[in-house]
């Protein structure tokens, strides 16, 4: 049987398992295992172990627990509610300022705990019984928080970028600065349309409500001022040299445990031990799918699946925009059903070649690819961020809840056209400061 069918066949029993629902680091690994089996003999399995923790021996991974420890310090304590009042004190009187609030905190939060579901859950619990106490649609209230939570994934630190780095082979210093541009530009799209739906539905919102002086509209700000430069320390020992992913990462989850305890008061063992149990398990989920994943890019690459997909997609005579679309297409798709981690594991050794042979900047198709995972988080039939969401307000069920995400979906593809028109927006950061 030539590859290609193989990895068509592949591709097929791939997605039957996994939308079984079996976890997806258990359904990589048995499709990887019965493939090897059926095309490379039983002998073959006699590797498996040694494979799976080959792919879990890479030192920059210490960086993501940690990451993951500092992300749940911050969600575990009251830092999303003191942003979200921090800003809408600032944004009160301006037309669709509590959905800009709600979004400027999702923005900020996401840089802060690295996580979409922990961003939507803590700003969506203050900001969306709040926006439909005022007169907010209920779409544009739960569809702003569901697209605001995705911003998590592509506002450094983020966890995905952390993985791509290691998948591919690139800085993840790097990576770290050509998503804030784009972060800060989806944003920016995410506000201005939420202003625009404010506008046109005649919303005063807050313009009843009492003024509030300097003092008071700093006044919560500054306890989450710790964190920001916590996040922007990161950065700076990041891009400067000065310490690797993995010492940042553990320095910054420490200190983000400090400040949570002394700010907020939260130093009780009970109360830590649920941060640290929280982030162990999601970060062994994480790192159970990358050993999965590098069982199952072994499969592909000893069947001759990777190569010669590589190859026949490289070969093909289109032109690289259109190469570039299919493969959105592709990732779009991908992104409906699997988990962001899961995708870039999976697709990012493969495509990676195709990309750099079409002329294309790796960070930026980085990006690119970041805000097609984004997309996948608010769309069917996975969506994560809808469920967290749904959770939140019930009452409101999940197709109101989906009809107010598409706009934002919208908006998240006229992002990924304005990266394609204008590829400095990626790439200029990095470029100015590495």
């Known amino acids: 049987m030539d590859p290609l069918t193989i990895g068509l066949l592949v591709a097929v029993v791939s997605i039957v398992v996994l939308a079984s629902g079996i976890p997806v680091a258990f359904g990589l690994v048995a499709v990887a295992l019965t493939f090897l089996a059926i095309f490379d003999g039983p002998q073959s399995l006699s590797i498996m172990g040694e494979l799976f923790f080959s792919g879990l021996a890479d030192f920059t991974l210490v960086s993501i627990p940690m990451f993951i420890a500092m992300g749940a310090a911050v969600a575990s304590s009251p830092a999303g509610g003191d942003l979200y009042g921090a800003l809408d004190r600032w944004l009160y009187r301006v037309p669709g300022g509590l959905a800009i609030?709600?979004?400027?905190?999702?923005?900020?939060?996401?840089?802060?705990?690295?996580?979409?579901?922990?961003?939507?859950?803590?700003?969506?619990?203050?900001?969306?019984?709040?926006?439909?106490?005022?007169?907010?649609?209920?779409?544009?209230?739960?569809?702003?928080?569901?697209a605001g939570g995705t911003l998590g994934i592509l506002i450094p630190p983020s966890v995905?970028?952390?993985?791509?780095?290691?998948?591919?082979?690139?800085?993840?210093g790097r990576l770290f600065i050509a998503g804030i541009l784009p972060g800060l530009m989806l944003?920016?799209?995410?506000?201005?349309w939420s202003m625009f739906h404010a506008w046109r539905d005649g919303f005063q919102a807050g313009a009843e409500r009492q003024e509030f002086g300097v003092r008071e509209k700093l006044e919560q700000g500054l306890r989450v001022l710790p964190f920001l430069l916590i996040v922007l320390g990161i950065l700076f020992v990041l891009y400067g040299g000065v310490a690797?992913?993995?010492?940042?990462?553990?320095?910054?989850?420490?200190?983000?445990?400090?400040?949570?305890?002394?700010?907020?008061r939260i130093w009780s063992p009970k109360k830590l031990?649920?941060?640290?149990s929280s982030s162990t398990r999601?970060?062994?989920?994480?790192?159970?799918?990358?050993?999965?994943?590098?069982?199952?890019?072994?499969?592909?690459?000893?069947?001759?699946?990777?190569?010669?997909v590589a190859e026949s997609i490289a070969n093909l005579e289109i032109n690289r925009w259109l190469l570039l679309a299919m493969i959105n297409v592709f990732l779009l798709v991908a992104g409906f059903f699997l988990p962001p981690v899961a995708v870039i594991l999976m697709t990012a050794p493969i495509l990676m070649p195709i990309v750099i042979q079409a002329g294309f900047d790796p960070y930026w198709f980085a990006v690119v690819l970041t805000i097609n995972m984004e997309i996948g988080l608010i769309t069917p039939p996975v969506?994560?961020?809808?469920?967290?969401?749904?959770?939140?307000?019930?009452?409101?069920?999940?197709?109101?809840?989906?009809?107010?995400?598409?706009?934002?979906?919208?908006?998240?593809?006229?992002g990924i056209v304005l990266l394609c028109i204008f590829p400095e927006i990626a790439t200029w950061l990095p470029e100015l400061l590495f």
Do not use: H
């Open 282 to 308: 999601e970060s062994v989920m994480i790192m159970m799918i990358i050993g999965a994943a590098a069982l199952f890019s072994y499969t592909l690459s000893n069947l001759f699946v990777t190569q010669t």
């Open 187 to 192: 944003t920016g799209l995410f506000s201005a």
């Open 383 to 414: 969506g994560l961020n809808l469920y967290v969401i749904d959770g939140i307000a019930p009452d409101v069920g999940l197709p109101s809840i989906l009809r107010g995400s598409l706009p934002y979906v919208l908006l998240m593809i006229l």
């Open 160 to 172: 995905t970028m952390i993985v791509y780095g290691i998948s591919t082979g690139t800085s993840i």
């Open 101 to 146: 609030s709600n979004l400027g905190a999702c923005a900020i939060f996401a840089a802060l705990s690295g996580s979409s579901p922990a961003t939507c859950a803590a700003i969506g619990k203050m900001g969306i019984p709040e926006m439909r106490k005022r007169g907010y649609p209920d779409g544009l209230a739960t569809g702003s928080i569901a």
């Open 244 to 264: 690797t992913p993995s010492e940042a990462a553990g320095v910054g989850a420490l200190l983000c445990v400090v400040a949570v305890a002394f700010i907020y």
């Open 273 to 276: 031990w649920t941060i640290l």
